[in-house]
């Protein structure tokens, strides 16, 4: 295995150990799993790796200038990304009484993939995150551009990798839910999702 492989695999890896702590991104991708199926948790999972890749890419190219920019507007950004979250727990609460069979609207993915990437986006501690697992795994960052590169389509493909596994499981449970049960489990996310979002709130106050 040459090293650019070994340096995609080490992205891989962290794209994985990025994107598998449950947060608030991570249930509303499973939100979305639950109420349109696989191909709407697969969306929103693409939008969280096509993020977590533009980080990565922004620490593994050293885009210092790009990244302290990100790192000095981040109370705003966060802001933004805490309205969104209220926004998407009542939409989810409204529309929580859908039956599955309708939920999944013709051309929300795109849609979704968007959304989730700008809720992602939100949090620029994330580059700072990407910078010290790159030198920690020491490999990449004084390589030359393919190394760079190598990371952040690792970096992607680890993250989408674990969407695709967690929305294929949990698409497979919804299958076999009662459309009152997903009522009440949407409802409680949207609970939940909301918290998180009062949650970063009194962070930011604080």
Known sequence: MTLLWITFATGFGLGLA???PVGP???LCIQQSLARGFGGGVAA???????DATYAAIAAFGLTAATAFLVSVQMPLRVAGLAAMLWLAWRIWREAATPKHMAAAP???AAT???MYVLTL????TILTFLALFVGAGVGLAGGYEYSAALTV???AGSFAWWVVLCGAVGAIRERLTDESLVWINRASAVIIAAFAL???LELIT
């Open 107 to 109: 051309g929300s993915g």
């Open 45 to 51: 999972g693409a939008g969280v790796a096509l993020a």
């Open 122 to 125: 939100a949090n620029p501690m």
């Open 25 to 27: 991104i991570g249930l």
């Open 18 to 20: 990025i994107a598998m």
């Open 113 to 115: 993939t968007a959304q």
């Open 199 to 201: 949650w970063i709130g």
């Open 154 to 156: 690792g970096t992607f």
